[in-house]
């Protein structure tokens, strides 16, 4: 584990236990867990030496499969859920490392044509460092630091699909899911905030950021069968499934696995 005094702020492998053992001057490592060096008093000092450590390893290669992805971009740590006391801030390709909780929003964007809805799928660009090309949710984005759950909507819905403000007025938050992921950058605990969107029948959403390689725009029956595939990225098909159990496309009596579906979409945390 890793923390801040008595809050604690994420959860760190054994794997990666080694580059924080060697560094006495910013970390205590105790049987108890991983402590930050009781001098650093405040979040902005706490939020410099890490990044600093951070930026140091990466210059040296490791974490590389993390670190290489280094987006000059910081998330803010919680002593609690998001909004609580913010530990610190650190850049957010090293989230994984430390087992940090972050935060995210989402959002489905559907249209209604003759009584029936229609999805806008996001397939994300090439070149993207984490599931390049896949399909995705059509607006999404992680919470950095200093910015709301709907601040970061509406900047994330401007960049990745052109809709405007005054369309996102219409947007409504709709719940959120939780899981944790545990793979080769580490352990990530996450919270994704849901909205839902019903678009005007003739928006054409475009991409201004150059993060979205294209959208389509899918029958119910359409998403049903990529969702479950790999070409969907893992984390944004549970936001579609989501959607799919609240609009009534998947119900209990066809769908045995229904009540394991919900709870792994609402994974409690190690933390």
Not at 57 to 83: I, M, Q
């Amino acid at each position: 584990s890793s923390g801040i005094n008595a809050e604690y702020g994420g959860m760190i492998s054994k794997e990666n236990l080694k580059q924080f053992e060697s560094n006495t001057g910013l970390f205590c490592v105790t049987d108890n867990g991983v402590e930050l060096s009781s001098h650093l008093t405040t979040r902005e000092m706490r939020s410099s030496a890490l990044n600093e450590f951070f930026a140091s390893l990466r210059d040296k290669g490791e974490f590389s499969c993390t670190l290489k992805g280094w987006r000059d971009e910081t998330y803010a740590v919680f002593s609690d859920e998001f909004g609580s006391l913010a530990l610190f801030d650190v850049e957010r390709a090293a989230v994984p490392v430390l087992g940090c909780k972050s935060y995210g929003v989402h959002m489905n964007g559907y249209v209604k044509k003759d009584g029936k809805i229609f999805m806008w799928i996001g397939k994300r660009s090439p070149t993207k460092a984490k599931y390049p090309g896949c399909y995705d949710n059509m607006v999404a984005g992680g919470i950095s630091s200093g910015y709301g759950v709907w601040d970061t909507l509406v900047k994330e819905a401007e960049e990745e699909a052109g809709i405007s403000t005054k369309i996102m007025n219409s947007a409504k938050p709709v719940g959120a899911i939780f899981y944790t992921i545990v793979n080769e950058y580490g352990t990530s605990p996450e919270v994704e905030y849901v909205y839902d969107l019903e678009l005007p029948i003739d928006f054409i959403p475009k991409n201004q950021d150059g993060e979205v390689a294209g959208f389509e725009l899918m029958s119910v029956e359409q998403v049903k069968e990529i969702v479950v595939s790999e070409r969907f990225k893992h984390n944004c098909a549970g936001i579609t499934i989501d959607f799919l159990i609240r609009h009534g496309f998947i119900s209990p009596d066809e769908t045995p696995t229904y009540c394991e579906i919900l709870r792994l979409l609402h994974t409690s945390h190690p933390f």
